[in-house]
């Protein structure tokens, strides 16, 4: 496309930019055992949550920073980092004890807590910062047995649980940032579904980040118990900051015999400016356990914000005739980087896994698809379908895809398909002579490129996707 | 309604069309004939506002106004369309879903609220009755997969969803076999009104049995050569280009 057309289209803003001010409880910056162990009393945690973080936090010393091909980070000063923000008020019973200043927040943002309760009937855990200031619906979930509640509330209520799964699917040696977080994270969601229930409701949390040079170490847990289903939403969108923020969160979820996961996410992080300046480094670590026979799990994400995005929410299909789904669109523009993807890991017989991943570039950014596909000697029957996409708005972009496969059975089946397309020049002007200014035509296009993968969101959050799609590309045709 | 004076234009630096003037009415139909390669598509393209090309010289003005001041988009919005000699595909995006964001987009322009959602149906309907256009090609992907005159149909659909004042229809004949022109040719005249012009390109005598003119242009390297009544098309027909480009040289 013509640069003056990519050049106007890519002039737009963030639009989410903008700041609350609520008070908030900072530990001093810099790491250590001392702050590990500040962290753990501030949350009056018991011991043995103590010493899962110190054990986590010794062996992160023992680590590096991982090193990619194709992404470049600018050296991170862990010691220049808070790890702990909490909002000064005790957490609020009802929607009248929320911050006012909070509420407003969520209504610049266009998800009001109240429209989404009475339009959706969502169950929202809304964390600002790093601990949950609302949790609804949750007692209707609790005469159903279903436990959805603050990672901290669970830690104290339920520990058994805790106990039980944490660190079984993401160990804290898994990697660098997955040790971090098992070390400082703050809070999070947990999620339990007793056997043979079916959550009536999406249970949804929605993610920001608003405190100065504070870290964001959010941690998961959803256990799916035997024959029941739940689908969880992760959603976020940050506001405007001048500092690089990290946010390295780990979610890990275990699917029962003939358990059925379902996890979306729209990630709306700040993406930094024009410049690439700012913005949040998002290193995810995302992995789900099919451990029982038939067991489901789908990971859907639209990926839009974020400076830098590491992120691969991964499978490990352990259960015979397990199954598992990767669907995933990531946006980048400006100087954003992402190298994004999916791990399949088949272990158990008869299992099945597909990954559709649309991969969107427009500025300068670079959009990386990694994935790898990895069926174990006793993995009979594998199969696994990859299919990723890459469009380019204008040609200063890259796309790139690293499809790794490492197949121990023969009787597996493998496939790959992989495609690059732009958006031509003569479908814009097409859009425009039917009266379809360029924006519009490039969130058409878009819109209409990323259905398959917006299409498997649940229907409230697919028209916040597409809104989301249009707005991180707005002036930035093609 | 469309004053088009000595215009000048380029591509790449190319100059293609070469001091054309051409003058439309209200209520007229205008057929434009001529050479492959003579500039009868740069035409469409120059007054719908392609970015490719370049106006060097001249002017468009349309109903007043001066084209050269706006945005395709805008051209659009106040009522010109090109019915595309190759139209282009847009998979992902279901005609549905383009054909109410065109329509809405021009009635924002004209300051009206977005179209309900049954008005919306009811007029495609009505659409797809006067083109004959099947069920199974609205709710595709725009023109993608479709046949050559699938795709030139679906154009004389479109313009019969937005009623634009002023239809340019690049080679719309082109492609379509006997029983279509026959339609379209019938949806166009449907379309007519005293208010609103069309301009048709086309090569052959045949559509303009159908849609009959009130001028036809030859034009030729970049310029209208020759004007004359429907009869000139006939004898066109009969005799090819030669005689006129001799005139020309002359
Ligand atoms: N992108 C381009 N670069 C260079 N020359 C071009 C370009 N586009 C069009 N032209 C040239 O401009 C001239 C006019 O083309 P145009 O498409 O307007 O012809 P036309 O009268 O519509 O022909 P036809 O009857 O074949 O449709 C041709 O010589 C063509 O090769
Ligand atoms: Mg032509």
């Not at chain 1, 010794?58 to 808070?82: C, F, G, N, V």
């Not at chain 1, 939403?233 to 405007?240: F, H, I, K, R, Y």
Request: contains cysteine.
């Amino acid at each position: 496309m013509s640069d003056t057309i990519i050049h106007e289209v890519t002039q737009s803003e963030y639009k989410y930019g903008f700041t609350t001010d609520i008070e908030t409880d900072v530990i001093p910056i810099g790491l250590s055992e001392e702050v590990v162990r500040m962290i753990s009393a501030k949350k009056n945690e018991p011991e043995w949550m103590l010493e899962f973080r110190l054990k986590a936090y010794r062996h992160w010393l023992t680590m590096k920073m991982p090193e990619w091909a194709h992404l470049k980070i600018p050296e991170i000063d862990y010691q220049s980092i808070s790890y702990f923000a909490a909002p000064r008020k005790n957490a609020p019973q009802s929607l009248d004890e929320v911050d006012p200043e909070l509420l407003a927040t969520f209504n610049k943002l266009g998800i009001p807590l109240e429209e989404q309760k009475a339009l959706s009937g969502i169950a929202v855990d809304a964390v600002m910062d790093s601990v949950s200031v609302k949790t609804t619906f949750k007692e209707t979930l609790y005469e159903m047995g279903i436990i959805f509640c603050s990672f901290s509330e669970a830690v104290e209520h339920h520990p058994d649980l805790v106990k039980k799964y944490m660190g079984t699917v993401v160990p804290h040696t898994d990697n660098f940032f997955a040790a971090l977080n098992s070390a400082v994270f703050s809070d999070g969601s947990f999620v339990y579904i007793p056997k043979g229930v079916r959550c009536p409701m999406e249970l949804s949390t929605y993610f920001r980040i608003n405190a100065v040079n504070t870290g964001q170490f959010e941690r998961t847990l959803i256990v799916a118990d035997e024959d029941s289903y739940v689908s969880y939403l992760e959603g976020c969108t940050a506001p405007q900051r001048d500092e690089n923020q990290l946010h390295a969160a780990i979610v890990e979820i275990v699917a029962m015999k003939n358990a059925d996961v379902k996890y979306s996410t729209v990630q709306n992080w700040y993406p930094g400016d024009k410049e690439g300046k700012g913005g949040i480094y998002n290193f995810v670590t995302k992995r789900g356990i099919c451990k029982g026979e038939n067991s489901h799990i789908s990971w859907t994400q639209v990926e839009t914000g974020s400076a830098i995005t590491w992120k691969y929410p991964s499978c490990i299909l352990q259960g015979d005739n397990s199954s598992a789904e990767f669907y995933s669109v990531a946006v980048t523009n400006h100087h954003q980087q992402a190298d994004t993807g999916t791990k399949m890991i088949h272990l158990g017989k008869n299992t099945s896994s597909h990954i559709l991943s649309k991969g969107i570039s427009a500025g300068v950014s670079q959009n990386s698809y990694r994935g790898l596909v990895r069926v174990g000697a006793n993995a009979e029957n594998a199969r696994n379908f990859s299919q990723c996409d890459s469009l380019l708005l204008g040609d200063k972009c890259g796309a790139h895809t690293f499809p790794y496969m490492e197949v121990n059975n023969e009787s597996a089946i493998v496939e790959h398909e992989a495609t690059t397309s732009k958006i031509s020049e003569d479908q814009i002007f097409y859009c425009n002579q039917r009266g379809i200014s360029t924006e519009d035509a490039v969130g058409l296009i878009v819109n209409g490129y990323a259905k398959e993968v917006v299409d498997k969101l649940p229907m409230e959050f697919a028209v916040e996707a597409q809104k989301l799609l249009q707005i991180t590309l707005e002036g930035s045709v093609g | 309604m469309l004053e088009i004076k000595n215009l000048h234009a380029s591509i790449n630096g190319k100059e293609i069309l070469k001091g054309l003037s051409l003058s439309v009415k209200p209520g007229e139909i205008h057929a434009i004939m001529g050479p492959n390669g003579s500039g009868k598509s740069t035409l469409s393209s120059v007054i719908t506002g392609n970015p490719a090309f370049e106006v060097t010289q001249g002017s468009i003005i349309f109903e007043g106004k001066d084209l050269q001041e706006m945005a395709p988009e805008k051209r659009a919005n106040e009522g010109i369309f090109l019915s595309f000699q190759y139209p282009v595909e847009i998979p992902g995006v279901s005609m549905v879903n383009f054909m109410r964001t065109a329509i809405n987009e021009q009635r924002k322009y004209r300051e009206l609220p977005p179209i309900s959602a049954t008005d919306f149906l009811r007029i495609m309907r009505e659409k797809k009755a006067l083109v004959e256009m099947d069920n199974k090609l609205t709710n595709r992907s725009v023109n993608e997969g479709f046949s050559g005159g699938e795709k030139k149909r679906n154009e004389i659909f479109q313009m019969a969803m937005l009623e634009p004042k002023l239809a340019i229809l690049d080679e719309t004949d082109s492609g379509l076999d006997i029983d279509a022109l026959r339609i379209v040719a019938h949806g166009v005249n449907k379309l007519k009104s005293p208010e609103n012009a069309t301009i048709v390109i086309t090569h052959y005598q045949r559509l303009l049995e159908y849609i009959i003119p009130d001028y036809v242009h030859v034009l030729h390297d970049g310029r209208i050569v020759k004007s004359g009544g429907k009869e000139l098309a006939l004898e066109l027909e009969a005799r090819g280009y030669d005689w006129i480009k001799q005139e020309v040289a002359v």
